[in-house]
Structures are given as structure tokens and as C-alpha cells.
């Protein structure tokens, strides 16, 4: 069944879809109602809609107590939660690679399933989008320096020529990449590294 469709039954959401002014992706009114922008694509909408709905779920935001920059930590972490359910999305990330990842759960997109990840798998994740670095993070107790491991730049220099898949294993780290058309003209690269070193 359609995700959205299925998540609304089962959180008994009231869910509009229409159009929003430039910038806003979509928003939840208490108890139970979801407004999401209809231009946005199928794995944004996802994305907003779970966002909302932790939103929701949290009983964030009313009157006296607008919502705070920690309130937002929480509804993102519970969004992951919500569209990729850790029942099984925390077992899938240590046994299958991000391409494999993608194609069971194709309600996620790229992003989401790697920052997910690597929230349930420490591992450092690297973003550019059209050559430019627009992340590079990894969950504590993981380092994450600055500079691109050598096997990280292979990876990418691979993706770059035109693969959409790369991966490179030494005995220090192993390497997974991949090279997505978002769309809008965004051309984006996403690694992944694990290493004992690091
Ligand atoms: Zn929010």
C-alpha cells in the first residue's frame, strides 16, 4: 500500500495536500491534521509527512511554548523512526549496503536512508551536491576528520566518471558510494566510511 496512505490509517491523520508558499514544506495542526506542499516529489513528501507527524506525536508547539531548536532534534530522529521503522531498519543496516537499503525501503530517500545509517551503524557520511561538500558527519564515538581519507577519494573520483555505485574494502576502511540525480539539477554524491581508525 501507499506509505502515505498506510501511515495516515494507522496514526489516523486528517492529511491535506495543496499548495504552499515557496519555502514551506508542509505543517501539522493538533491533534491530527497534516498540510504538505502537493509539488514537493513522493520521497520529500514522505519525509515532511513523518516530520509532522513526530511533531504531533511529541506534542510539540502550542501557544505558550513555540518549537525549539531541540524540539526539531527530536521530531527529525523520531521522522527516521517513523519512515524507517528500527525493527527492521536497525538489523538491515548492518547486513545490507546503502543500493540494497534503497530498494527495500523505497518510501526513504537516498539521504534519509544514509543518515539513518549511520545513526544505527557509526560511520562517517560525506554529501556533495554538484562537487561541493554540503555534509560530512559522523555519530560519537566515531572521529571525523576533516579530510578525505584516500580510499573516500577513489570512491568518488569512481562516481564522478559516471558510476553509480562504487565501494572499495582495504584492511583499515571500507568505502561505499553512490551518485544520485536528485533532480532541480542537483547532482549528488553520497559516501560512507567505516573504519576501525577513523
Ligand atoms: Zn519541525
Known amino acids: 500500500m501507499n506509505f502515505l496512505l498506510e501511515m495516515t490509517r494507522r496514526h489516523d491523520i486528517e492529511l ?55 524540539d526539531e532534534k527530536e521530531a527529525h530522529e523520531l521522522a527516521q523512526d517513523l519512515l524507517l521503522p528500527p525493527e527492521t531498519f536497525r538489523a538491515d543496516a548492518h547486513r545490507f549496503s546503502l ?40 555519530p560519537p564515538p566515531v572521529n571525523c576528520p576533516a579530510r578525505l581519507h584516500p580510499l573516500e577519494k577513489t570512491v568518488k573520483q569512481t ?3 559516471g558510476e553509480t555505485i562504487a565501494e572499495v574494502r582495504s584492511d583499515a576502511i571500507h568505502v ?3 551518485f544520485v ?9 553520497i559516501l560512507i566510511a567505516e573504519s576501525e581508525e577513523l
Open 159 to 161: 562516481l564522478e566518471a
Open 181 to 189: 540525480d536528485e533532480g532541480h539539477d542537483i547532482r549528488r554524491i
Open 176 to 178: 561505499e558510494g553512490v
Open 16 to 70: 491535506h495536500l495543496t499548495r504552499l508558499a515557496d519555502g514551506v514544506r508542509g505543517y501539522s495542526v493538533p491533534e491530527r491534521t497534516i498540510v504538505i506542499d502537493v509539488d514537493l516529489s513522493e520521497e520529500r513528501m514522505n519525509w515532511t509527512f513523518c516530520h509532522e507527524l513526530a511533531h504531533l506525536l511529541l506534542k510539540h508547539g502550542d501557544a505558550e511554548r513555540p518549537i525549539s531548536a531541540q
Open 99 to 138: 543500493p540494497e537499503l534503497k530498494t527495500r525501503y523505497p518510501q526513504a530517500s537516498w539521504e534519509v536512508i544514509a543518515r539513518t545509517r549511520v545513526r544505527h551503524r557509526p560511520a562517517i557520511l560525506t554529501i556533495f551536491d554538484n562537487g561541493r561538500r554540503t555534509l560530512r558527519m559522523a
